[in-house]
């Protein structure tokens, strides 16, 4: 891949490395951002103090540009073209407005681009601006863009699709949660136990004194393409009782499931992660309350929401939306 360096709000870019911009030969600085140290804990008899915490600034980076054009008109329109994008990144940091503007950096023969996300910046002119000889030639020599960016350089946004039907529990078929089947099982919604949102998923065994499995599954829409593809099922739980849980992907050949601790008072995290087989028929998420005899009604598992990714690990997150959500 060619080298990259250009100013993008997702929609228009402009590249820094072609006309009418040209970097000046060691004209891009980039350095680390400064770090904010907290110290402390040491007493008197110490020496020195221990680092409690670190923080990074923002990174500050420059660019030296020589801009060209074949008119005054150019010019001016190119130098124009970088202040409009300057204004835009400054919209979106302290208003909202519009798009992030990022700053997207490759070097050349590199396979992936990092993008840095721009709060401010400035162009300045040199002053040599007005004389007669760079006017003429339509150029401006030994511009300096200057950008004040987040500290961390992102990689490529990835978007996730939750392939999870119904996982907030928040769709009713008449009294019925829609996109679940039920065995030796209850399942309702929860308006008072839950987490995020106004309900959670309550899944109860109905089997006392059975040897059954309690069972919950939500197939997904199925699709061929998924054969051989890596889906993860994370989910946000608690239970009650003494019996073991689990979760599982299921994909019409063969399984994976994750136990859960039988009782877990609060809010936890459990993942599990299923290469689907080469034939495989179906996608489909499977929650169970129990796996041994002496069923109790009493042994349940509330669930306040759950993902399901075509990806090696899924968000564990309320997934609100918010632009502060990037990878």
């Given at each position: 891949?060619?080298?990259?360096?250009?100013?993008?709000?997702?929609?228009?870019?402009?590249?820094?490395?072609?006309?009418?911009?040209?970097?000046?030969?060691?004209?891009?600085?980039?350095?680390?951002?400064?770090?904010?140290?907290?110290?402390?804990g040491s007493g008197l008899f110490h020496d020195g103090a221990d680092l409690v915490d670190v923080k990074l600034e923002n990174?500050?980076?420059?660019?030296?540009?020589?801009i060209l054009s074949t008119t005054t008109d150019g010019l001016s329109a190119a130098v124009a073209a970088l202040n409009r994008?300057?204004?835009?990144?400054?919209?979106?940091?302290?208003?909202?407005?519009?798009?992030?503007?990022?700053?997207?950096?490759?070097?050349?023969?590199?396979?992936?681009?990092?993008?840095?996300?721009?709060?401010?910046?400035?162009?300045?002119?040199?002053?040599?601006?007005?004389t007669k000889p760079l006017l003429d030639n339509f150029i401006v020599y030994d511009a300096t863009l200057r950008l004040t960016c987040k500290p961390y350089a992102l990689g490529d946004d990835i978007t996730l699709e939750n392939y999870g039907l119904n996982p907030h529990f928040d769709t009713l078929?008449?009294?019925?949660?829609?996109?679940y089947t039920t065995v030796r099982a209850t399942l309702a919604q929860d308006t008072t136990n839950k987490e995020t949102g106004t309900q959670s998923g309550l899944i109860t065994c109905n089997d006392a004194g059975g040897a059954g499995v309690a069972e919950i599954y939500s197939p997904a829409v199925w699709s061929a393409a998924y054969q051989s593809q890596?889906?993860?099922?994370?989910?946000?739980y608690k239970s009650t009782g003494d019996k073991a849980k689990k979760i599982q992907i299921w994909d019409g050949v063969g399984e994976t499931v994750t136990a859960l601790n039988a009782a877990q008072s609060t809010w936890a995290w459990a993942t599990v992660t299923h290469t689907l087989n080469v034939a495989a028929s179906e996608l489909t998420a499977g929650f169970f309350v129990k796996t041994t005899a002496d069923a109790d009604v009493d042994d349940t598992l509330?669930?306040?929401r759950w993902f399901l990714a075509k990806a090696a690990t899924a968000p564990q997150t309320a997934w609100t939306s918010s632009r502060e959500v990037r990878n």
């Open positions: 891949m060619t080298a990259i360096l250009q100013l993008s709000d997702g929609t228009d870019s402009l590249d820094l490395r072609v006309d009418p911009y040209t970097i000046l030969e060691g004209g891009l600085q980039m350095p680390c951002p400064p770090h904010r140290q907290v110290l402390g990174r500050e980076i420059t660019i030296s540009l020589r994008m300057l204004q835009a990144a400054r919209d979106y940091a302290t208003k909202g407005i519009g798009a992030q503007v990022t700053l997207d950096y490759a070097w050349d023969g590199a396979t992936t681009t990092v993008h840095f996300d721009v709060l401010d910046g400035a162009l300045d002119m040199p002053p040599s601006l007005e078929v008449g009294a019925t949660l829609d996109g890596q889906f993860t099922l994370a989910v946000r509330t669930i306040d």
